[in-house]
């Protein structure tokens, strides 16, 4: 039986060019690929398909930068499909691969010379009103942000239930490990390993500098809520999708049940990829 894996592409010309040599040499080894075009000019749609995810996939494989990575994620949503990155743009950390390197990285898949680590999401609920509004999961972060124009946010939050401290901000980021170098990170947040189990709250540009990033338990429930009537404020999926909020919303965070399945290759060291993506220099033994 032909192994069947799923190829979503980076609306971008060299991409779909290497997509195509790529198609063609996963049929010329036997296998049959379901193609999906991650083609929305908003990165707040997922790729779509005329067909249904099959439950058989082998594996799915991303063109594109971390965008279209986080919208591959979104497409599968809860079905444990090995994933795997191959850079095409700017921004490429959840990539495993760059595109000069794709066809021996897919030869190494294909005779089964990987391995998948779990990756940690996120639940995300939304009530308004004793009534919930929205839910998502989400890969690298969820942030409540203030528009151009708005003034400070003031953000009450707790951590299972307990009261920790109203954030006077430009926004507040609640990050996973794998987040912690997405925006997070560009927040002054705490780069994580993403075995390390915890989860992270980043405030953005704090009116007071005490307010400093916060690492809670994995297993905590982070409750949060606008403590004064603000308009312009967003509340953002992985950057993908968005919602106004004003104070009568509540928002949930914890710990999503399902993780997704990120492949590895052999000698892909994450501190490798820090010290390339980051460009840290100095002496190497």
């Given at each position: 039986m032909a ?11 060299a ?6 040599r790529?198609?063609?040499?996963l ?35 991303v063109?594109?930068?971390?965008g ?5 994620v979104r ?5 444990q499909v090995?994933?795997?990155g ?8 959840l ?9 021996a990285a897919m030869?190494?898949i ?12 996120l639940t ?22 203030k528009?151009a124009l ?5 953000i009450?939050t ?5 009261y920790l ?5 430009d ?6 490990p794998t987040?912690s ?5 560009a927040a002054?947040?705490?780069i994580?390993h993403?075995?390390?189990?915890g989860?992270i ?32 404020i967003m ?11 004003d104070?009568h ?22 501190f ?14």
């Amino acid at each position: 039986m032909a192994r069947i894996v799923g190829l979503i592409v980076k609306p971008d010309p060299a991409a779909r060019r290497h997509a195509d040599r790529l198609e063609a040499w996963l049929s010329d080894n036997g296998c049959r690929v379901l193609r999906l075009q991650s083609d929305a000019a908003p990165p707040s749609v997922a790729p779509s398909a005329s067909e249904t995810i099959d439950d058989d996939l082998f594996c799915v494989v991303v063109l594109g930068g971390d965008g279209t990575f986080l919208s591959a994620v979104r497409w599968m949503g809860d079905r444990q499909v090995p994933i795997f990155g191959i850079k095409f743009g700017e921004v490429g950390f959840l990539a495993e691969a760059a595109e000069e390197q794709m066809q021996a990285a897919m030869e190494a898949i294909l005779h089964n010379r990987f391995v998948t680590r779990p990756r940690m999401r996120l639940t995300v609920e939304v009530w308004r009103d004793d009534r919930q509004v929205a839910r998502e999961t989400v890969f690298n972060d969820v942030v409540i942000n203030k528009g151009a124009l708005a003034r400070l946010a003031l953000i009450k939050t707790h951590v299972d239930d307990r009261y920790l401290t109203d954030y006077r901000a430009d926004g507040l980021i609640v990050a996973t490990p794998t987040g912690s170098t997405a925006y997070s990170l560009a927040a002054g947040g705490p780069i994580m390993h993403p075995a390390v189990a915890g989860i992270i709250l980043s405030p953005i540009c704090p009116f007071t500098l005490t307010n400093r990033p916060l690492i809670v338990p994995e297993s905590a429930t982070i409750q949060m809520q606008l403590a004064e009537r603000t308009a312009d404020i967003m509340l953002t999926f992985d950057g993908q999708v968005g919602m106004p909020i004003d104070d009568h919303h509540i928002i949930r965070v914890c710990k999503a049940d399902i993780p997704v399945q990120l492949i590895t290759l052999p000698g892909r060291d994450y501190f490798d990829v820090l010290r390339n993506k980051l460009r840290w220099s100095g002496y190497r033994q």
